[in-house]
């Protein structure tokens, strides 16, 4: 709960200093900031030889790939269709490619799941962060059809570029953070170590960080300036894509430890980097775009604490 009080004391704050100062420039060394000290970190403990227990774990491995990246974008499609609004489709299909998050680990450890499956697990869907970045930057070629144009008269100073930019998260968040990983380990020790024993400390102080920064720019006062019935649709939607996630990691896992770290790579999204890509595409998709991502935080990191009841049992039902 501690975690959670955490992380919407951030977003409050953050989106209460943006209202009353106009927002901050968002500037992409937050990127470094996530890859230095939320990614590297957990790298420490990462060898490449753990991917061999790939070939032991293939059902679990398979099951999350198919769950996340098909059957789940295809609902996010499908919710994002009937709002009929592309910056909430486009938001709802975005977090749809991004599972795990930056607080997946500690849910792993904390209901008993097995910590080892649940870190390739959450390894591999990083590695996928290219060519999930390079689907979804089509995403506008192959479904903007689908909906009526969006109205980007209130963004046109807010954007950080373009689109995503595929390759640089790619680099600063996985190839960059391996790299100063390696060279940790291989001379400085020490840092490994103090990381080792402060590592949840860091952890949180830098999602704090990075959400209060997030929800400061001027991009995240959008949630002030659409109409009351686009705030509704895109909680609404919002609402029902999560429900349909809760339900299917339910559903397609169960109790067992390795059961348990496919449901939590399920059941949540990355929802920080999910917020950090928005921001560069949010003059393509319009001010709804960003709603549905601030909406994730309250929905997911609140249905978090309960569901964490649900995995911290066993398979017969008692206390992990």
């Known amino acids: 709960m501690k975690q959670i009080a955490l992380i919407l004391s951030a977003v409050i704050l953050g989106l209460s200093f ?3 100062t106009h927002g901050l420039t968002f500037s992409s060394l937050v990127c470094l900031v996530a890859g230095i000290f939320l990614v590297t970190p957990s790298l420490f403990k990462f060898q490449v030889s753990d991917v061999a227990i790939i070939k032991d774990n293939l059902p679990s491995v398979f099951k999350n790939l198919w ?3 098909l059957l789940l974008t295809a609902v996010a499609l499908a919710i994002g269709f009937a709002s009929q609004d592309i ?3 486009a938001a709802l299909f975005l977090l749809a490619l991004l599972p795990g998050g930056g607080m997946v680990m500690m849910w792993i450890k904390q209901s ?3 910590v080892k499956l649940g870190f390739v697990i959450f390894m591999l869907n990083l590695l996928l962060l290219l060519p999930v970045t390079l689907i979804f930057g089509q995403f506008q070629n192959l479904f903007g059809g689908w909906f009526p144009a969006p109205d980007l008269t209130a963004v046109s100073d807010m954007s950080a570029g373009n689109g995503v930019k595929p390759l640089a998260p790619f ?3 996985i190839v960059f953070p391996f790299i100063l990983s390696r060279i940790a380990l291989k001379f400085f020790p020490g840092v490994v170590t103090f990381t080792g024993k402060h590592q949840q400390l860091i952890s949180k102080a830098t999602m704090f960080g990075i959400v209060l920064y997030l929800f400061s720019l001027s991009t995240a006062q959008l949630l002030f300036q659409v109409g009351i019935m686009d705030l509704v649709k ?3 939607a919002t609402s029902a894509f999560y429900a349909v996630v809760i339900a299917v990691a339910i559903f397609a896992t169960d109790l067992t430890p390795n059961g348990k770290s496919v449901f939590w790579h399920i059941a949540t999204r ?3 980097l999910a917020l950090i890509l928005a921001v560069f595409s949010v003059e393509t998709y319009g001010a709804t775009f960003i709603l549905p991502i601030m909406f994730a935080y309250f929905i997911q990191i609140g249905a978090a604490g309960f569901l964490a009841e649900r995995e911290g049992k ?4 008692q206390p992990a």
Not at 314 to 317: A, I, L, Q, Y
Request: proline share 0%; aromatic share 16%.
């Open 18 to 20: 943006g209202y009353f």
């Open 67 to 69: 769950i996340n990246y």
């Open 87 to 89: 910056g909430i489709a």
């Open 112 to 114: 008993g799941a097995n």
């Open 171 to 173: 680099m600063i968040l």
């Open 234 to 236: 895109a909680l609404v």
């Open 270 to 272: 990355y929802i920080t």
């Open 314 to 317: 066993t398979k017969s039902g």
